[in-house]
Protein backbone atom coordinates (compact mmCIF):
# COMPACT_ATOMS: atom_id res chain seq x y z
CA UNK A 1 0.00 0.00 0.00
CA UNK A 2 1.51 3.42 -1.39
CA UNK A 3 0.84 6.27 1.35
CA UNK A 4 1.88 9.72 0.94
CA UNK A 5 1.85 12.34 3.89
CA UNK A 6 1.83 16.27 3.92
CA UNK A 7 3.88 18.35 6.51
CA UNK A 8 4.57 21.57 7.22
CA UNK A 9 3.82 25.40 8.80
CA UNK A 10 0.03 25.34 8.45
CA UNK A 11 0.57 29.61 8.27
CA UNK A 12 2.97 31.29 6.21
CA UNK A 13 3.33 35.32 5.95
CA UNK A 14 2.75 36.98 2.62
CA UNK A 15 5.94 37.54 1.03
CA UNK A 16 7.54 34.69 2.74
CA UNK A 17 8.48 31.39 0.90
CA UNK A 18 5.38 28.59 1.66
CA UNK A 19 7.65 25.23 2.18
CA UNK A 20 5.97 21.52 2.19
CA UNK A 21 7.08 18.23 2.34
CA UNK A 22 5.51 14.68 1.34
CA UNK A 23 6.55 11.95 3.10
CA UNK A 24 5.91 8.76 0.74
CA UNK A 25 5.90 5.02 2.10
CA UNK A 26 5.32 1.90 0.11
CA UNK A 27 6.93 2.91 -3.07
CA UNK A 28 10.40 4.44 -4.43
CA UNK A 29 10.61 7.95 -5.36
CA UNK A 30 13.71 7.78 -6.94
CA UNK A 31 12.84 4.78 -9.69
CA UNK A 32 9.66 3.04 -11.57
CA UNK A 33 6.69 4.68 -13.38
CA UNK A 34 5.77 7.33 -11.73
CA UNK A 35 5.40 10.93 -11.34
CA UNK A 36 5.17 12.71 -7.59
CA UNK A 37 3.00 16.20 -7.99
CA UNK A 38 1.63 18.56 -6.01
CA UNK A 39 -1.96 19.75 -6.47
CA UNK A 40 -3.81 23.27 -4.50
CA UNK A 41 -7.39 23.76 -3.88
CA UNK A 42 -8.35 27.10 -2.07
CA UNK A 43 -11.70 26.93 0.04
CA UNK A 44 -14.86 26.27 -2.58
CA UNK A 45 -12.97 26.54 -5.62
CA UNK A 46 -11.63 23.69 -8.05
CA UNK A 47 -8.14 21.65 -8.07
CA UNK A 48 -5.01 23.11 -9.49
CA UNK A 49 -2.07 21.19 -10.86
CA UNK A 50 1.33 23.16 -9.48
CA UNK A 51 3.89 20.61 -10.77
CA UNK A 52 5.52 17.34 -10.80
CA UNK A 53 9.01 15.95 -10.31
CA UNK A 54 10.23 12.64 -12.13
CA UNK A 55 12.60 9.57 -10.76
CA UNK A 56 15.46 11.75 -12.27
CA UNK A 57 14.92 14.74 -10.46
CA UNK A 58 13.56 16.74 -14.08
CA UNK A 59 10.33 18.93 -13.14
CA UNK A 60 7.18 20.53 -14.66
CA UNK A 61 5.47 23.31 -13.75
CA UNK A 62 2.34 24.93 -13.09
CA UNK A 63 3.63 28.25 -15.77
CA UNK A 64 1.29 30.17 -13.53
CA UNK A 65 3.36 29.28 -10.15
CA UNK A 66 7.43 28.72 -12.57
CA UNK A 67 8.44 31.64 -11.40
CA UNK A 68 8.20 31.03 -7.54
CA UNK A 69 7.97 27.52 -7.86
CA UNK A 70 10.63 24.57 -6.74
CA UNK A 71 9.86 20.95 -6.30
CA UNK A 72 12.75 18.74 -5.04
CA UNK A 73 13.61 15.00 -4.51
CA UNK A 74 15.12 13.37 -1.30
CA UNK A 75 16.04 9.59 -2.06
CA UNK A 76 17.48 9.28 1.03
CA UNK A 77 14.36 9.66 2.89
CA UNK A 78 11.76 8.84 0.21
CA UNK A 79 10.63 12.15 0.47
CA UNK A 80 9.75 15.17 -2.05
CA UNK A 81 9.17 18.85 -1.20
CA UNK A 82 7.59 22.05 -2.28
CA UNK A 83 8.80 25.72 -2.13
CA UNK A 84 6.70 28.85 -3.32
CA UNK A 85 8.22 31.94 -2.70
CA UNK A 86 6.51 35.16 -2.43
CA UNK A 87 3.45 34.09 -1.63
CA UNK A 88 -0.46 36.16 -0.83
CA UNK A 89 -3.51 35.21 -0.13
CA UNK A 90 -4.60 33.68 -3.17
CA UNK A 91 -1.70 30.84 -2.26
CA UNK A 92 -4.23 30.25 0.82
CA UNK A 93 -5.48 26.68 0.27
CA UNK A 94 -4.75 22.79 0.40
CA UNK A 95 -2.21 21.61 -0.67
CA UNK A 96 -1.64 17.29 -1.87
CA UNK A 97 0.49 15.44 -2.73
CA UNK A 98 -0.05 12.87 -5.48
CA UNK A 99 1.62 9.89 -7.16
CA UNK A 100 0.95 10.20 -10.95
CA UNK A 101 1.17 6.84 -12.78
CA UNK A 102 2.12 7.81 -16.45
CA UNK A 103 1.95 4.64 -18.18
CA UNK A 104 -2.42 4.97 -17.13
CA UNK A 105 -1.72 8.62 -16.85
CA UNK A 106 -3.59 9.28 -13.49
CA UNK A 107 -3.29 10.17 -9.91
CA UNK A 108 -3.47 7.01 -8.30
CA UNK A 109 -2.70 7.85 -4.64
CA UNK A 110 -3.02 10.73 -2.87
CA UNK A 111 -2.13 12.52 0.65
CA UNK A 112 -5.43 13.71 2.61
CA UNK A 113 -3.82 17.26 2.30
CA UNK A 114 -2.65 20.05 4.28
CA UNK A 115 -4.23 23.71 4.79
CA UNK A 116 -1.81 26.11 4.20
CA UNK A 117 -3.25 29.86 5.44
CA UNK A 118 -1.50 33.33 3.81
CA UNK A 119 -1.65 35.84 6.54
CA UNK A 120 -0.02 38.13 9.16
CA UNK B 1 -1.30 24.20 -22.88
CA UNK B 2 -4.45 21.95 -22.43
CA UNK B 3 -7.44 23.48 -21.32
CA UNK B 4 -10.37 21.35 -20.30
CA UNK B 5 -14.50 22.04 -19.91
CA UNK B 6 -16.47 20.72 -18.02
CA UNK B 7 -19.96 20.75 -18.59
CA UNK B 8 -22.36 21.84 -16.26
CA UNK B 9 -20.98 23.28 -13.57
CA UNK B 10 -23.56 21.68 -10.99
CA UNK B 11 -26.31 19.69 -12.00
CA UNK B 12 -29.32 18.95 -9.47
CA UNK B 13 -30.41 15.62 -9.27
CA UNK B 14 -32.03 12.52 -7.69
CA UNK B 15 -31.60 9.02 -6.56
CA UNK B 16 -31.63 6.80 -9.48
CA UNK B 17 -31.37 9.21 -12.21
CA UNK B 18 -28.83 9.03 -15.05
CA UNK B 19 -26.19 11.48 -14.27
CA UNK B 20 -24.01 12.82 -17.57
CA UNK B 21 -21.22 15.15 -17.09
CA UNK B 22 -19.00 16.33 -19.72
CA UNK B 23 -15.50 17.51 -20.48
CA UNK B 24 -14.06 19.19 -23.64
CA UNK B 25 -10.68 19.10 -24.30
CA UNK B 26 -8.94 22.30 -26.14
CA UNK B 27 -6.80 19.84 -28.45
CA UNK B 28 -6.50 16.12 -29.20
CA UNK B 29 -5.79 14.58 -26.02
CA UNK B 30 -6.12 10.65 -27.61
CA UNK B 31 -7.43 8.96 -24.71
CA UNK B 32 -5.71 10.52 -22.32
CA UNK B 33 -8.14 11.29 -19.63
CA UNK B 34 -9.26 10.60 -15.96
CA UNK B 35 -11.76 11.42 -14.04
CA UNK B 36 -12.00 11.85 -10.14
CA UNK B 37 -14.82 12.48 -7.42
CA UNK B 38 -13.98 14.83 -4.42
CA UNK B 39 -16.25 14.74 -0.98
CA UNK B 40 -16.26 18.24 1.43
CA UNK B 41 -12.98 17.69 3.48
CA UNK B 42 -11.45 14.58 1.37
CA UNK B 43 -8.98 14.06 -1.27
CA UNK B 44 -9.90 13.33 -4.80
CA UNK B 45 -10.54 9.75 -5.75
CA UNK B 46 -9.48 8.45 -8.85
CA UNK B 47 -12.56 7.15 -11.02
CA UNK B 48 -11.74 6.64 -14.19
CA UNK B 49 -8.35 6.34 -15.97
CA UNK B 50 -7.63 6.36 -19.92
CA UNK B 51 -11.29 7.63 -20.73
CA UNK B 52 -13.44 4.61 -19.84
CA UNK B 53 -11.25 1.86 -17.29
CA UNK B 54 -13.03 1.78 -14.16
CA UNK B 55 -10.64 1.33 -11.45
CA UNK B 56 -10.72 -1.48 -9.05
CA UNK B 57 -13.46 -1.11 -6.41
CA UNK B 58 -15.92 1.62 -7.93
CA UNK B 59 -19.64 0.68 -8.35
CA UNK B 60 -20.42 -0.52 -11.77
CA UNK B 61 -23.25 2.71 -12.35
CA UNK B 62 -19.71 4.62 -13.43
CA UNK B 63 -18.70 4.65 -17.21
CA UNK B 64 -16.82 6.63 -18.86
CA UNK B 65 -16.27 7.15 -22.80
CA UNK B 66 -14.98 9.32 -25.08
CA UNK B 67 -11.65 10.20 -27.62
CA UNK B 68 -9.94 13.03 -28.52
CA UNK B 69 -11.82 16.02 -27.90
CA UNK B 70 -15.48 14.72 -25.95
CA UNK B 71 -15.39 12.93 -23.01
CA UNK B 72 -18.46 11.79 -20.88
CA UNK B 73 -18.79 10.42 -17.46
CA UNK B 74 -21.83 8.63 -16.81
CA UNK B 75 -23.47 7.56 -13.90
CA UNK B 76 -26.07 4.96 -14.55
CA UNK B 77 -28.30 5.26 -11.65
CA UNK B 78 -27.34 7.52 -8.97
CA UNK B 79 -26.80 6.80 -5.18
CA UNK B 80 -26.77 9.11 -2.17
CA UNK B 81 -23.00 8.41 -2.11
CA UNK B 82 -22.91 9.72 -5.39
CA UNK B 83 -23.54 13.31 -4.60
CA UNK B 84 -19.88 14.94 -4.80
CA UNK B 85 -17.89 17.07 -6.93
CA UNK B 86 -16.35 15.30 -10.25
CA UNK B 87 -12.97 16.57 -12.13
CA UNK B 88 -11.62 15.23 -15.59
CA UNK B 89 -7.96 15.57 -15.65
CA UNK B 90 -5.73 15.76 -18.53
CA UNK B 91 -2.35 17.76 -17.23
CA UNK B 92 -4.42 20.07 -15.95
CA UNK B 93 -7.71 19.87 -13.92
CA UNK B 94 -11.51 20.81 -15.79
CA UNK B 95 -12.96 22.93 -13.38
CA UNK B 96 -15.37 20.70 -11.52
CA UNK B 97 -19.25 19.45 -11.58
CA UNK B 98 -20.52 19.84 -8.33
CA UNK B 99 -23.96 16.81 -8.02
CA UNK B 100 -26.28 17.81 -5.76
CA UNK B 101 -29.77 16.64 -4.31
CA UNK B 102 -32.72 18.25 -6.67
Known amino acids: QVLLQESGPGLVKPSQTLSLTCNVSGDSISSGYHYWSWIRQPAGKGLEWIGRIYPTGSTDYNPSLKSRLTILLDASKNQFSLKLTSVTAADTAVYYC????????????WGQGTLVTVSS | DIHLTQSPSTLSASVGDRVTITCRASQNINNWLAWYQQKPGKAPKLLISKASNVESGVPSRFSGSGLGTEFTLIISSLQPDDFATYYCHSGMFGQGTKVDLK
Open chain 1, 98 to 109: ARFDYTDYRFDY
